[in-house]
């Protein structure tokens, strides 16, 4: 295959890449149908009410662990479990404990401000 008959084939190729991804990139502003849920889900999980079933799922699982005596295998494991999920429900209160937070999208007005501020701002 000649060099000029490479060219004019990706050429093609690369057009029909453009035209055959454009709708594709046009349809970014709509909402998933999953998104509503999910978004119920991730509130449930981060709100006072599993804060409080994490502290009592890390309380009895670890009291269970250092005072149950002879647990057998399968008890043993099941408050791992149970300590491994408390822990998973409470992540986002251990965190904020330790001050860190989300994040945050600031407005433009202090985004200007924090440029300015910083290494070789004029303002």
């Keep these: ?6 060219c004019t084939l990706a050429l093609a190729a690369l057009a029909l890449a453009l035209v055959l991804a454009e709708p594709a990139f046009a349809s970014g502003g ?5 998104e509503g ?3 119920q889900i991730q509130q449930s999980i981060t ?3 599993a804060g409080f079933i ?3 799922a890390v309380a009895v699982a670890g009291g269970m662990l250092i005072f149950g005596g002879e ?3 399968f008890a043993r494991r099941l408050m791992y479990v149970v300590l491994v999920a408390g822990i998973l429900l409470g992540a986002t209160q251990i965190v904020a404990l330790f001050g860190a937070s989300g994040a945050s999208i600031g407005d433009v007005a202090s985004s200007r401000l924090i440029e300015r501020a910083g290494e070789g701002g004029r303002g």
């Design 1 to 6: 295959m000649s060099r000029e008959r490479l």
């Design 30 to 34: 709509g909402s998933l149908p999953w």
């Design 37 to 39: 849920p999910l978004q």
């Design 47 to 49: 709100g006072p009410v």
């Design 54 to 56: 994490a502290l009592a």
């Design 71 to 73: 647990l057998n295998d």
